[in-house]
T-cell receptor, first 115, second 114 residues
Framework: DQQVKQNSPSLSVQEGRISILNCDYTNSMFDYFLWYKKYPAEGPTFLISISSIKDKNEDGRFTVFLNKSAKHLSLHIVPSQPGDSAVYFCAAKPLWDFGNEKLTFGTGTRLTIIP | KAGVTQTPRYLIKTRGQQVTLSCSPISGHRSVSWYQQTPGQGLQFLFEYFSETQRNKGNFPGRFSGRQFSNSRSEMNVSTLELGDSALYLC?????????????FGPGTRLTVT
């Protein structure tokens, strides 16, 4: 049972435009969400997170939006740059479950920025 | 601060053998988690250790085991290797305390089973 879903395996965006990556979750116990970026032969690198008490978090070119009622979050990258080409993973965890550090990941979206 | 380190980076083993992978967390981090990444499957949680105790375990067979030492370094072991165990094994560490913290990942160990 895939509790975190990224339904787009790949996405291509022109350099300078907005990239929008989507993620859906089914487990209502999740209340903390993270985005990771992964280059080949490297481990995932943390990008940005959001807790369920917020609906938006911004960090430079990266903004994450959370729609709790729809159990949906999205990552916006503006403007997109060639170095953003990577695989992006959405992850979730329950903050209230003390001692549970397990992250549940989506299957990833490969973003390609076209120069 | 040095990041999470994993050794070895690459490994080739034969079916039926066993393998041990090592992970050193960021200094001060006491929680270490292990994940398996295979194509199309994302990252699957294996287990998490905190203060030398396994706190959480994912849905993997008993052939997958781990341990954590007093210095927070962790090892995972896979016995009786199968072809399907070929994957990237990632280790992640978390800062002390519960809360809205991200996990910091190492570069991974690429295991190939032939």
């Amino acid at each position: 049972d895939q509790q975190v879903k990224q339904n787009s395996p790949s996405l291509s965006v022109q350099e300078g435009r907005i990239s929008i990556l989507n993620c859906d979750y089914t487990n209502s116990m999740f209340d903390y969400f993270l985005w990771y970026k992964k280059y080949p032969a490297e481990g995932p690198t943390f990008l940005i997170s959001i807790s369920s008490i917020k609906d938006k978090n911004e960090d430079g070119r990266f903004t994450v939006f959370l729609n709790k009622s729809a159990k949906h979050l999205s990552l916006h990258i503006v403007p997109s740059q060639p170095g953003d080409s990577a695989v992006y993973f959405c992850a979730a965890k329950p903050l209230w479950d003390f001692g549970n550090e397990k992250l549940t990941f989506g299957t990833g979206t490969r973003l390609t920025i076209i120069p | 601060k040095a990041g999470v380190t994993q050794t070895p980076r690459y490994l080739i083993k034969t079916r039926g053998q066993q393998v041990t992978l090592s992970c050193s967390p960021i200094s001060g981090h006491r929680s270490v988690s292990w994940y398996q990444q295979t194509p199309g499957q994302g990252l699957q949680f294996l287990f998490e250790y905190f203060s030398e105790t396994q706190r959480n375990k994912g849905n993997f067979p008993g052939r997958f085991s781990g341990r954590q030492f007093s210095n927070s370094r962790s090892e995972m072991n896979v016995s009786t290797l199968e072809l399907g165990d070929s994957a990237l094994y990632l280790c992640a560490s978390s800062p002390p305390g519960q809360g809205a913290y991200e996990q910091y990942f190492g570069p991974g160990t690429r295991l190939t089973v032939t």
